[in-house]
């Protein structure tokens, strides 16, 4: 390998790790250590932006990654949820739509891996939602998968949950899957990418979740003043899964708008909405050890 190329990784790997350290978060895996298929060449690391509230916004990523969250083994509970932010796949809203909703659930005992994807509508941006943002979300799954006994996760109890565009990734991902390969020399290829539950808070392109018979299960929230069509779009979303037999649970609060999230001064009752996924997740089935 050429030393220019050697440099290059190096630099990426820095940025990565400043990143973690400037948010103060864990340190991030990279889901394609080689290079992410379809950012061949594209060797610039992501740019974070800290907002005057404090807020962590991340733009040109080429090296899609997981933080991962892992509870104490006295916590643990088996289950690993990857964690979408938002931001109109555009940018990356980290701290309230992924550290924040993730460290919660890890302190109480569920595992959790903030997504960090390839952003498809930045100017000038050559990615496409369906392809390579979507192609994360499945590495991501897999990975997690693949490293499940070191982790002390179920392989069967990986779900994602999403925020407004990373609700689209989820239900993308829930619809467009594979069992993996199993002849794969890479063995986070081998592993299936379905996640076998889903949370959508206040989900982009609502009017694409159509849910079959073998769909997985949903948990659903939103405000009542988000746009109508969320606000409304969410409703019709659970009378689909109500009319395809699948498992779901939706709540609507009266007030949040758009982009509440998780943020500790929020003390309205749309904060609550984790304890209701926490307990819809228990309620399913999804955290009682094996």
């Keep these: 390998m050429h030393l220019p190329a050697l440099l290059r990784r190096a630099l990426v790997a820095v940025s990565l790790l400043s990143f973690a350290l400037l948010a103060g978060e864990p340190k991030e895996i990279l889901l394609w250590p080689k290079g992410a298929p379809g950012s061949e060449g594209k060797t610039e690391p992501a740019h974070v932006r800290v907002t005057e509230g404090g807020d962590h916004v991340v733009t040109g990523v080429h090296q899609p990654s997981l933080t991962p969250y892992l509870p104490s083994k006295d916590k643990a509970n088996g289950t690993a949820v990857l964690v979408i932010p938002g931001g109109g796949h ?34 000038n941006s050559t990615y496409e939602i369906a392809v390579h943002a979507l192609a994360d979300t499945q590495r991501a799954i897999r990975l997690i998968r693949s490293r499940a006994t070191e982790w002390g996760i179920d392989p069967a109890r990986v779900g994602a949950i999403g925020f407004s565009a990373g609700g689209e990734l989820v239900w993308l991902a829930s619809s467009h899957f594979d069992s993996g390969k199993p002849d794969a020399s890479d063995v986070i290829e081998r592993q299936p990418s379905r996640p076998d539950f889903l949370g959508f808070i206040y989900p982009g392109r609502s009017g694409d979740i159509q849910p079959e018979t073998n769909s997985p299960p949903a948990f659903l929230a939103c405000a009542y003043n988000d746009r109508k069509d969320i606000g ?21 609060y009266g007030s949040g708008g758009h982009g509440f999230g998780l943020r500790a001064k929020n003390t309205r009752p749309v904060a609550q909405w984790l304890t209701r996924f926490e307990e819809w997740m228990d309620d399913s089935g999804f955290l009682k050890t094996h």
Excluded at 236 to 241: A, G, K, P, T
Aim: glycine content about 8%; aromatic content about 10%; proline content about 4%.
């Design 90 to 123: 555009r940018e990356l809203w980290m701290d309230h739509e992924g550290y924040n909703p993730a460290r919660a659930l890890s302190e109480h005992g569920t595992a959790a891996f903030v997504l960090t994807y390839r952003l498809a509508r930045e100017t």
């Design 232 to 252: 409304e779009g969410l409703a019709e979303v659970y009378l689909r899964y109500k009319r395809a037999g699948v498992p779901a649970e939706l709540h609507i």
